[in-house]
């Protein structure tokens, strides 16, 4: 049973920073590529930032370019989105996969084991 449990998020103000995480169980995690998506309230779920298996590989969103941080720790099976200068608009719920490849694109059909979610919330 593949599982994904994010956490960090929360109310901030425009132009604060967060951290979020994501834990893996269940998969060897350092065979698959991971990513992260968010959700608005009444949007569809869209791509945010992806990471190769081993790190080599990292790719964004062109809204989140130059802001958030995608890395992963091997060790600790862990996945993390460093987000910087938020803005208004990166409100939404964020949520990792898991891919089904040591490399993944920006379909939400290439990850195949979804977390529950984490709110971000950004007051202008």
């Known amino acids: 049973q593949v599982q994904l449990v994010e956490s960090g998020g929360g109310l901030v103000q425009a132009g604060d920073s967060l951290r979020l995480s994501c834990a893996a169980s269940g998969r060897t995690f350092g065979s698959y590529a991971m990513a992260w998506f968010r959700q608005a309230l009444g949007k569809e779920r869209e791509f945010v930032a992806g990471?190769?298996?081993?790190?080599?590989?990292?790719y964004y969103a062109d809204s989140v370019k130059g802001r958030f941080t995608i890395s992963r720790d091997n060790v600790k099976n862990t996945v993390y989105l460093q987000m910087n200068n938020l803005k208004p608009e990166d409100t939404a719920v964020y949520y990792c996969?898991?891919?089904?490849?040591?490399?993944?694109?920006?379909?939400?059909?290439?990850?195949?084991?979804w977390g529950q979610g984490t709110q971000v919330t950004v007051s202008s």
């Open positions: 990471i190769s298996w081993n790190a080599d590989s990292t």
């Open positions: 996969a898991i891919g089904r490849d040591k490399t993944a694109g920006r379909l939400l059909n290439e990850y195949d084991y």
